[in-house]
């Protein structure tokens, strides 16, 4: 983890149906890698809820995330926001 005034972030993703699903993998071990990959289809909606909780909508699922308003305010004005 960082310095104690960072907070781990906590996310779910809930798809539609297991075909959206492209890729899970779980190796084996400690410290090893997650890789979560699938589809969330046509993006339909992105909202801030209650301030807390950014949520990505597609037609095909929801991608959640425990980032406050002043979170993602701060990453953009630290110009962290990235294209790739």
Do not use: Q, W, Y
Not at 4 to 21: P, Q, T, V
Request: proline share 1%; with cysteine; aromatic share 2%.
């Amino acid at each position: 983890m960082g310095s104690d005034n960072e907070r781990s972030l906590s996310f779910c993703i809930e798809l539609n149906s297991r075909d959206h699903i492209k890729r899970v993998s779980l190796p084996d071990g400690s410290g090893d890698r997650l890789l979560i990959e699938g589809f969330l289809g046509e993006l339909d909606e992105i909202e801030l809820i209650e301030g807390i909780m950014l949520e990505v909508r597609g037609t095909d699922g929801v991608l959640r995330m425990d980032l406050t308003r002043e979170e993602l305010e701060k990453t953009l004005r630290k110009g962290r926001l990235r294209a790739r």
